[in-house]
């Protein structure tokens, strides 16, 4: 069965200050790995989608990586409008159309 | 721009009455449309995969009878959580590939169903 973790459940930073998020999976075969950003109340906005390890992708403030375990998403110097959950969510090669998801980390950027 | 529209975004509903929620597909043909539910502080967990023009496939522990799923045209796919009750308070979201078979799914805003 596919498994996602991820850590931390909340963080809090201060503007500027940069960070990671992780994202700890087990699948049989990875066919991809998503990340989405959560508003309250609004459903999962897409950010990137990651295919193989070594594998990097950019937008804007954020970094995406992947290994064969783990996915980071790297915030650099976050403001505050960067403040939501970020999830993360497989795909497998044996799961179908099924995306399995985290439970998500909670950003809150400072002023 | 957006890809997936809901209706309504929340409703209040009486427990034993029925719900339907509406996932519109914009600019483009979905064959393929995706319902999940997600509880405060949890995940998304996948309900149902809803195909154009055949039944939908639930996944294993969802009632096929009380949340039915209908995907009459390559635009719309409803759900409709039948004899509601409070503990069918939830946030529902659809979503769908974008009818290329690609990977990547893209979400709808989603709807606040309270059932009191």
Redesign the interface.
């Given at each position: 069965e596919d498994q996602v973790t991820q850590s931390p459940e909340a963080l809090r930073l201060q503007e500027g200050e940069s960070s990671s998020l992780n994202c700890s999976y087990t699948v049989s075969g990875l066919r991809g790995l998503f990340w989405y950003r959560q508003d309250p109340g609004k459903g999962p906005e897409f950010l990137f989608t990651l295919y193989s390890a070594g594998e990097e992708k950019e937008k804007e403030r954020l970094k995406a990586t992947l290994t064969k375990k783990e996915s980071f998403l790297h915030i650099t110097a976050p403001k505050p409008e960067d403040s939501a959950t970020y999830l993360c969510a497989v795909r497998s090669t044996g799961g179908g159309n099924k995306l399995t998801f985290g439970t998500g980390t909670q950003l809150k950027v400072e002023l | 721009g957006a890809v997936?529209s809901?209706h309504p975004s929340w409703v209040i509903c009486k427990s034993g009455t029925s719900v339907k929620i509406e996932c519109r597909s914009l600019d483009f043909q979905a064959t393929?449309m995706?319902w999940y539910r997600q509880f405060p502080?949890?995940?998304?967990?996948?309900m149902a995969?809803s195909n154009e023009g055949s039944k939908a496939t639930y996944?294993q522990g969802v009632e096929k009878d009380k949340f039915l799923i209908n995907h009459a045209s390559l635009t719309l796919s409803t759900l409709t959580v039948t004899s509601a009750h409070p503990e069918d308070s939830s946030?529902y979201?659809c979503?769908t590939?974008l009818g290329q078979a690609a990977?990547?799914?893209?979400?709808?805003?989603?709807t606040?169903l309270t059932v009191l």
């Open positions: - | 997936v809901q393929t995706f502080k949890q995940s998304l967990m996948l995969t996944e946030f979201i979503s590939d990977d990547t799914q893209y979400f709808g805003p989603g606040r």
